[in-house]
C-alpha cells in the first residue's frame, strides 16, 4: 500500500496496454490496490471486460478490508474500493432506489451514566452505524429534490448554501467540509423521503451509543489503544468507514472515536435548546483523524461555529424510534 514514486510510470505502463490494461491490474491487485484503480480511472486504457474485472477486485478486496492486520493496508484497500464503488457493504452507498443506505443499531431504552456519573434516562432510539459518508450526501446534493429546495432549510438560520468540496472524495469515506445547517437539511430531506424522523443525534444519544451504560471512556473500554481509532496517529486522513473492528461500541456502532467528528443538535452553552432555529455554537462529539487521543474521548465535549465547514467535521443520523 505504501506510495514508492512509481505511481505515475505505472499509470503509463497501464496506457501502453490501451486496448486492454488488465494484465496490469492483475500485477496490482494485491500489493498496490489504490494504484491499480488508479490506473483504471486515470491512464486512459480501456479494460476488455469491465464488469467482470470490477467483480474479480470486489470479491478479492473485500474480505480483506476488515482482515489485514495493518490499519495502513485496510485503508489503501478501502480507498480502491471507494473510488470504484465497489464497497458494497450496508449502510456505506446507496440502496436501489438511490437513497441512503442507512444501516440502523437499535439503542434500548435505559438508564446510562452521562458525563461524570450523571445517571441520565433515555427512551429507546436507532443510531446508523456509520457517519454520513461522501457518496450518501453527494445523493441529497445531487437529488432534483435535495439540496436546492428551499423546504429542507425551513427554520434554519441563513447558512451559505453553496455546497463545499470535501477534502477527500471516496465515496465510502464519512462526508466532511459539511456544516450544521447542511446536515439539518439532509435529515429533513431524508425524513421526507422515508417516512422515518431521521435527524441528528442529541449529544445524550450520542454518548449513550459511545459509552454504553457504565460511562466508559471509549467505545470499547475505559483505555486508548490506538489501533481502534482514526486518530492523529497514523493515518493523517479521514478512512474509509468501519474499518477499525475492534473500535465498535459495545451495540456494533462504528467510528464514535476518530475519523470525524459529529455535529450534535444541541446547542453548546444551553444543551437542553435542541431547536433548528439560531446561530449558537453547537455540540460536536468523537473527535477525528487530526485530533489526539483525549479529544476522542466518548465523554469530550466540544463545540463549533454552525456555519463551519473543516474537513474534520462529519455527523451521523438517529430516528427516534427502532425502525425495523
Known amino acids: 500500500w505504501q506510495r514508492s514514486g512509481w505511481e505515475e510510470t505505472t499509470e503509463l505502463l497501464a496506457g501502453i496496454h490501451a486496448q486492454d490494461a488488465t494484465p496490469v491490474i492483475h500485477w496490482l491487485a494485491q500489493a498496490q490496490p489504490e494504484v491499480a484503480a488508479q490506473c483504471i480511472l ?20 473485500m474480505p480483506r478490508l ?11 484497500i478501502g ?23 442507512i444501516d440502523w443499531v437499535d439503542i434500548a431504552e435505559g ?8 445517571r441520565r434516562h433515555l427512551p429507546a432510539f436507532s443510531i446508523a452505524r456509520y457517519p454520513i459518508t461522501n457518496a450518501q450526501f453527494e445523493a441529497f446534493l445531487k437529488a432534483s429534490d435535495g439540496y436546492r429546495e428551499d423546504r429542507w432549510w425551513a427554520g434554519l438560520a441563513q447558512p451559505d448554501r453553496q455546497p463545499m468540496q470535501p477534502r477527500w472524495t471516496e465515496g465510502n469515506h464519512p462526508r466532511e467540509r459539511v456544516s450544521w445547517f447542511e446536515a439539518m437539511a439532509f435529515c429533513a430531506w431524508l425524513s421526507f423521503k422515508r417516512g422515518d424522523a431521521v435527524r441528528l443525534p442529541t449529544e445524550w444519544e450520542w ?42 461500541s459495545m451495540a456494533g456502532v462504528m467510528d464514535l472515536s476518530g475519523n470525524v467528528r459529529e455535529w450534535c443538535r444541541n446547542e453548546d452553552l444551553k444543551p437542553k435548546r435542541t431547536q433548528a432555529g439560531g446561530r449558537e455554537s453547537r455540540v460536536l462529539r468523537g473527535g477525528s483523524w487530526l485530533n489526539a487521543s483525549y479529544v476522542a474521548r466518548a465523554g469530550y465535549r466540544n463545540n463549533d461555529d454552525p456555519v463551519n465547514r473543516y474537513s474534520r467535521l462529519g455527523f451521523r443520523v438517529v430516528c427516534s424510534s427502532p425502525i425495523r
Open 111 to 118: 438508564d446510562f451514566i452521562y458525563q461524570e456519573d450523571e
Open 207 to 248: 454518548e449513550r451509543a459511545a459509552r454504553f451504560t457504565d460511562g466508559r471512556n471509549y467505545p470499547w473500554g475505559n483505555d486508548f489503544v490506538e489501533e481502534n481509532a482514526n486518530t492523529d496517529v497514523r493515518l493523517a486522513r479521514t478512512s474509509p468507514v468501519g474499518i477499525y473492528p475492534q473500535g465498535a
Open 66 to 76: 476488515l482482515a489485514e492486520p495493518q490499519v495502513e493496508a485496510r485503508a489503501a
Open 42 to 61: 486515470d491512464s486512459g486504457a480501456k479494460i476488455a471486460n469491465r464488469e467482470a474485472l470490477l467483480h474479480e477486485l470486489h470479491s478479492a478486496w
Open 79 to 101: 480507498r480502491a474500493l471507494g473510488r470504484l464503488d465497489l464497497d458494497r457493504r450496508k449502510g456505506v452507498g446507496l440502496r436501489a432506489d438511490r437513497l441512503p443506505d
